[in-house]
């Protein structure tokens, strides 16, 4: 559709309604997986359009291009993960205790050896 919003879309008596369209968004998975990737197109094609805006712009209508690239920009971080205000960091941490005695070599690996369960147990003596 060439950039519209879905509610332009929607208010085409042509077209599907509005809510009609939101119960296919609830119902099918595929339909709003497609959905969410066109809004996403949308998105880095709104942040397109306001590069050239704000390249053309003046100072009568400078104010006018901030704001909406200010909006356009929201939009994005909420749709393309690589505009997000905060990064996700992952980390996998695996810790191994293992001691050895004095009369032999061997190193003995005790990661699994107590349960979770009794490593929180706090013991209290008087």
Not at 19 to 31: G, L, R
Not at 43 to 72: C, G, P, S, W
Request: glycine content about 2%; aromatic content about 8%.
């Amino acid at each position: 559709m060439n950039g519209k919003p879905l509610t332009r879309i929607c208010q085409d008596k042509t077209n599907p309604s509005l809510s009609k369209v939101y119960d296919w968004i609830a119902e099918d998975k595929e339909f709003a997986n497609k959905i969410l990737t066109a809004r996403r197109i949308a998105a880095q094609t709104y942040l397109d359009k306001m590069i050239d805006e704000l390249e053309f712009a003046d100072n009568k209508n400078i104010a006018v291009v901030r704001e909406k690239l200010h909006h356009y920009r929201w939009m994005a971080s909420k749709l393309i993960g690589i505009y997000a205000d905060k990064q996700e960091i992952k980390q996998d941490t695996n810790i191994q205790i293992t001691w050895s005695n004095e009369d032999s070599n061997d190193v003995i690996d005790v990661t699994n050896s107590v349960s979770t369960e009794a490593a929180n147990k706090v013991s209290h003596t008087t």
